[in-house]
């Protein structure tokens, strides 16, 4: 099952701008991830934000989660052609001890240099 | 130089034939996952392992085996049973020792059926 939904599919801005980008969720969360995949490639971990924090920095990137409406966003500022990749958010939980990531379908996003 | 390893890259397979990913890691990790990627999807659960010789089934476990002998490696076996098997895999792995830790993922296996 995907809970996570992610909005919008693609985007493209120029380098320089800011992207940004959402997820949607539909169960209590343990904590809420955010993870990057360049084309053909595995996924590289970019922050999480716990359940109770609702906002978190990380260099350039920006992440919020407000879980009374289960969402959360990634901001990316000052964009970067290298920053074309694509986005996923996954929703942490802990299911009878195990670590259970539940992904959304992705942000494609494009920096146009 | 630590970190998980997919092997092969690429690999096809004949209609009716078993094939096996390999997944292997050097991060003395407890818990090992697999996943299926389709175009433009996300990212779905095949199985997962908290411990050695032990096992469960994700979201999508039919057609797909898998085995546990030793901690540092998780290889995932597609059978003939999976009706459509071509796609991207996923092995990822994950410490566990306290919430908040994030899984590390493999380089992948494109698995192309002929």
């Known amino acids: 099952s995907q809970q996570g939904e992610e909005d919008p599919q693609a985007l493209s801005i120029q380098e320089g701008e800011n992207a940004t980008m959402n997820c949607s969720y539909k169960?209590?969360?343990?904590?809420l991830q955010w993870y990057r995949q360049n084309s053909g490639r595995g996924l590289v971990h970019l922050i999480l934000i716990r359940s109770n924090e609702r906002e978190k920095h990380s260099g350039r990137l920006r992440v919020t989660l407000d879980t009374s409406k289960k969402s959360s966003s990634l901001l990316i500022t000052a964009s970067r052609a290298a920053d074309t990749a694509s986005y996923f958010c996954?929703?942490?939980?802990?299911?009878?001890?195990?670590?259970?990531?539940?992904f959304g379908q992705g942000t494609r996003l494009t920096i146009n240099p | 130089d630590g970190g998980i390893t997919q092997s092969p890259k690429y690999l096809f397979r004949k209609e009716g034939q078993n094939v096996t990913l390999s997944c292997e890691q050097n991060l003395n990790h407890d818990a090992m996952y697999w996943y299926r990627q389709d175009p433009g999807q996300g990212l779905r659960l095949i199985y997962y392992?908290?411990?050695?010789?032990?096992?469960q089934k994700g979201d999508i476990a039919e057609g797909y085996s898998v085995s546990r002998e030793k901690k540092e490696s998780f290889p995932l076996t597609v059978t003939s049973a999976q009706k459509n098997p071509t796609a991207f895999y996923l092995c990822a792995s994950f410490d566990g020792t306290s919430l908040g830790d994030t899984q590390y993922f493999g380089p992948g296996t494109r698995l192309t059926v002929l």
């Open positions: 169960t209590s969360i343990n904590n």
């Open positions: 392992s908290q411990i050695v010789n032990d096992f």
């Open positions: 996954a929703t942490d939980s802990l299911i009878q001890g195990a670590q259970k990531l539940v």
